[in-house]
């Protein structure tokens, strides 16, 4: 491997992970059935219990990782992802 700015070969390779944090939501077809109707229903009806649910309810979240390989030369600090 050879850096493409000082023509060097010492060059490390180092692989990064990057987490990051997606909502969960409901989908098309929940929402066509059922969340039009559930929802008003729900705050009418349930609005006391429906806010203590949502203050102390778990949050629903998906980590997404994505790894990447990064080249590292060593004289120049040049890097570059493969």
């Known amino acids: 491997m050879i850096c493409g700015k000082c023509r060097s070969a010492r060059v490390n ?3 990064v992970s990057e987490a990051r944090l997606k909502v969960k939501r ?3 077809i929940w929402w066509l059935f059922v969340g039009w109707w559930w ?3 729900k705050w009418i009806f349930f ?3 429906a806010l203590l649910v949502k203050v102390f309810a778990p949050k629903k979240y998906r980590i997404k990782i994505a ?3 990064y080249f590292v030369c060593q004289n120049c600090g040049y ?3 493969f």
């Open 47 to 49: 609005t006391l219990p």
């Open 67 to 69: 790894r990447k390989r």
């Open 26 to 28: 409901r989908g098309v």
């Open 79 to 81: 890097y570059w992802e």
């Open 13 to 15: 390779v180092q692989m």
């Open 39 to 41: 929802l008003p229903i």
